[in-house]
């Protein structure tokens, strides 16, 4: 893909985003020794996003003791918009080719088993906001707790155009 395709692809997404009346949030510095993205040839890795909004936490707690589904699910979207707004930071939409593999946590209560429709929030997200290019594998899995009592937590591996 050329420079001007990279270009006309990021000028997509921004038009998505505001069609969805969504605006990125500013993308939050680590909190400990880590980058929030790593870029290795032409594969980037988001760090963990949890649902972070304005720097405070937006959901809490345990999916299934008090949050509830569609709770977990806005908290998906949040981490999913968040790890755009990583991307944009740390690459340029421009650059990004498509979404890879997601990787998601669902803070779960004992017996709640529907991690996968948690999660789902953040895949339609990524799919609304970057079309086919945010299609990906994906993994969704149940944990007692997450960092800062986030309601969910996600990572992408994403596929980069060359750099310009």
Known sequence: MTTEDGAAFAREVQERLAGMGVELPKPADASYTYDTVVVWGDIAFVSGQIPKLDGAVAFQGVVGDGPTIDDGIAAAQL?????????????????VARVLKLNGYVASAPGFVQHPSVIEGASKFLVAALGEAGRH???ALG????????????????GLRPAA
């Open 79 to 95: 981490c999913a918009a968040n790890a755009i707004a990583q991307l944009d930071r740390a690459v340029g939409l421009e650059r």
């Open 137 to 139: 594998a994906r993994t």
């Open 143 to 158: 944990v007692p707790r997450l960092p800062a009592d986030a309601l969910v937590e996600i990572e992408l591996v994403v």
